[in-house]
């Protein structure tokens, strides 16, 4: 089983930045893509972007490129999600998932079986 645990969420202002971590443990070994999603309060759970822990570059969706960035450190099993210049539409609930053993990175939420607790982003205007 793969666990995964979310931390770095908080209160921050538009313009600001935060950096939540997602660290994996267990058998992680056959998850090579790691994704973040986001769900806000009455919307559907969005896909933010994913990393493979086997290298290639991250991929994101269209409401955050250019101003999160998603990077891994494979010596702590950890992923991060950089969010800069944060709006108060990213206002959610952040989740790290782990996919289903693949190749290459996916979008769709049904790919990813494992996911974290979540951890709340609240961006004040």
């Known amino acids: 089983q793969v666990q995964l645990v979310e931390s770095g969420g908080g209160l921050v202002q538009a313009g600001g930045s935060l950096r939540l971590s997602c660290a994996a443990s267990?058998?992680?070994?056959?998850?090579?893509?790691m994704g973040w999603f986001r769900q806000a309060p009455g919307k559907e759970r969005e896909f933010v972007g994913a990393i493979t822990w086997s290298g290639g570059a991250p991929y994101y969706g269209d409401s955050v490129k250019g101003r999160f960035t998603i990077f891994r450190d494979n010596a702590k099993n950890t992923v991060y999600l950089q969010m800069n210049s944060l709006k108060p539409e990213d206002t959610a609930v952040y989740y790290c998932?782990?996919?289903?053993?693949?190749?290459?990175?996916?979008?769709?939420?049904?790919?990813?079986?494992?996911w974290g607790q979540g951890t709340q982003v609240t961006v004040s205007s």
């Open positions: 998932a782990a996919a289903l053993p693949r190749r290459g990175i996916t979008t769709p939420m049904t790919s990813y079986d494992r």
């Open positions: 267990g058998r992680t070994f056959s998850r090579d893509v």
